[in-house]
């Protein structure tokens, strides 16, 4: 069933001036069911801001919380991690999450180059973030991130992907 606008608003979660917070803002939200979806959007928007903030606060040690125990994490598009891997993971200082992120030094030296930038710092370029969210069903939810400033730097992130277990939201791929 293909998906279809079901609502459209301009809701902001936080406000980034002084704060050191990036300001997320729900706009349009898709559904295949045709439901509007409103809870499961301020749930998810609220997940969202917590893993942005752990990026900007260079601190994972609240991500494991918002990982289903079960169904584990994408950390990229292609790595698949088990929740007890990501639990390991989030401590280490070279962890491939610290050094993607945002420890620059190690992903130019890893790299071997110093035309890179951590995740951090292209978030840092956004200038706030709309997200329009794709509801598959329920229980599944991608978002898409558009910058508000650079908005060529919004194709160098994955586009999160949620799902509900058990009555609560989890990020099932990082941005």
Same mark, same amino acid.
């Given at each position: 069933? @293909?998906?279809?606008?079901?609502?459209?608003?301009?809701?902001? !979660?936080?406000? #980034?001036?002084?704060?050191?917070? $990036?300001?997320? &803002?729900?706009?349009?939200?898709?559904? #295949?069911?045709?439901? +509007?979806? *409103? *809870?499961? *959007?301020?749930? =998810?928007?609220?997940?969202?801001?917590?893993? =942005?903030?752990? $990026?900007?606060?260079?601190?994972?040690?609240?991500? @494991?919380?918002? /990982?289903? @125990?079960?169904?584990?994490?994408? %950390?990229?598009? +292609?790595?698949?991690?088990?929740?007890? +891997? %990501?639990?390991?993971?989030? #401590?280490?200082?070279? !962890?491939?999450?610290?050094?993607? &992120?945002?420890?620059?030094?190690?992903?130019?030296? *890893? +790299?071997?180059?110093?035309?890179?930038?951590?995740?951090?710092? =292209?978030?840092?370029?956004?200038?706030?973030?709309?997200?329009?969210?794709? &509801? $598959?069903? #329920?229980?599944?939810?991608? /978002?898409?991130? !558009?910058?508000?400033?650079?908005?060529?730097? !919004?194709?160098?992130?994955?586009? @999160?992907? &949620? $799902?509900?277990?058990?009555?609560?939201?989890? =990020?099932?791929?990082?941005?």
């Amino acid at each position: 069933m @293909p998906l279809v606008l079901v609502s459209f608003s301009t809701c902001a !979660s936080t406000d #980034s001036l002084g704060t050191g917070r $990036i300001s997320t &803002f729900a706009k349009n939200t898709y559904s #295949s069911d045709k439901q +509007k979806h *409103q *809870q499961s *959007q301020k749930e =998810i928007q609220a997940l969202l801001q917590a893993v =942005i903030d752990a $990026i900007l606060q260079e601190n994972w040690k609240t991500l @494991p919380q918002m /990982v289903h @125990p079960e169904r584990g994490l994408f %950390v990229d598009l +292609k790595a698949h991690w088990s929740y007890e +891997k %990501v639990s390991k993971e989030v #401590s280490r200082k070279d !962890s491939y999450l610290a050094v993607y &992120f945002f420890d620059k030094k190690r992903l130019q030296a *890893q +790299k071997r180059t110093k035309d890179v930038e951590t995740v951090k710092e =292209i978030l840092l370029r956004s200038g706030g973030l709309d997200m329009d969210f794709f &509801f $598959i069903d #329920s229980k599944n939810c991608e /978002v898409k991130l !558009s910058f508000h400033k650079n908005q060529s730097y !919004s194709t160098d992130l994955n586009s @999160p992907y &949620f $799902i509900k277990m058990d009555g609560k939201w989890y =990020i099932y791929r990082l941005l």
